[in-house]
């Protein structure tokens, strides 16, 4: 055999060698590794050990609120409710309005110490005192008295109407042609504090100085500020410009 045929040999053979040594090293390692759990029992899992069994908080759903139009109950409106009853005018809508934490609408008329029917095309309208219960049975929290008609009877019966909505529970605010403290009423649901400012406009554009100074005192009492405004052109299919 040749030198260089020898030396081949014999680095075969080492390689051999090592390879079988590392193989014994490898196989006892493991060995060693996999011994100690070999016939011990595992630890039990539990699959529920991560599921809190706390009461989850409760979800705060948002305050909601509704804002309707005119409700004008007198002329034939009144004829009306005196032949189908009070809650014939609300059928289709009477869950609506109770759906909502505050629905306000604007209250077309006033409550003089005389109610006389008001004529067909009169513009002048008594309404009947105990409609304003019959509007918060129909779930009516607010009605704004911000409008041209509440002094229909003067001043006198517009004070008159302020009483019997407190005599009803019913909340009134606004006037037809003062911007003060009884234009501003706060309201509570759902933890959320609601100022709503009632302002009639239609007459003139409203005194801005005195707005913006009662909406200061909105925004301290207050979370979220509302200006329900009654105004624009009457009998009209579109809105003004």
């Given at each position: 055999m040749s030198i260089l045929k020898r030396r081949e040999a014999n680095s075969l053979k080492l390689r051999r060698s090592i390879l079988g040594i590392f193989l014994v090293v490898f196989i006892v390692a493991g060995f060693v590794c996999i011994h100690p759990v070999i016939g011990t029992e595992l630890p039990?899992?539990?699959?529920?050990?991560?599921?809190?069994?706390?009461?989850?908080t409760p979800v705060e759903l948002p305050t909601s609120l509704l804002f309707v139009g005119d409700?004008?109950?007198?002329r034939n409106v009144e004829n009306i409710i005196e032949s189908k009853g009070f809650s014939f005018l609300f059928d289709n809508v009477a869950?609506?309005?109770a759906s909502h934490d505050i629905s306000?609408?604007?209250f077309e008329g006033t409550i003089p110490k005389t109610h006389v029917k008001t004529p067909s095309f009169v513009m002048q309208f008594s309404i009947r005192d105990e409609y304003l219960s019959e509007l918060k049975d129909i779930g009516f929290d607010a009605l704004s008295l911000a409008n041209n008609h509440s002094y229909d009877y003067g001043k006198e019966e517009f004070e008159h109407t302020q009483e019997l909505c407190q005599t009803h529970s019913m909340i009134c605010g606004g006037s037809p042609v003062l911007l003060g403290d009884e234009s501003i009423k706060i309201f509570e649901a759902n933890g959320d504090t609601i100022g709503i400012l009632f302002l009639n406009a239609v007459f003139d554009a409203p005194d801005y100085k005195k707005l913006e100074s009662l909406l200061t005192v909105l925004k301290k009492q207050s979370d979220?500020?509302?200006?329900?405004?009654?105004?624009?052109?009457?009998?009209?299919?579109?809105?003004n410009d």
């Open positions: 039990h899992i539990s699959l529920s050990a991560n599921v809190s069994t706390a009461r989850p409700v004008m109950l007198g869950t609506l309005v306000v609408a604007n979220t500020q509302i200006v329900y405004v009654h105004w624009g052109d009457e009998y009209k299919l579109i809105h």
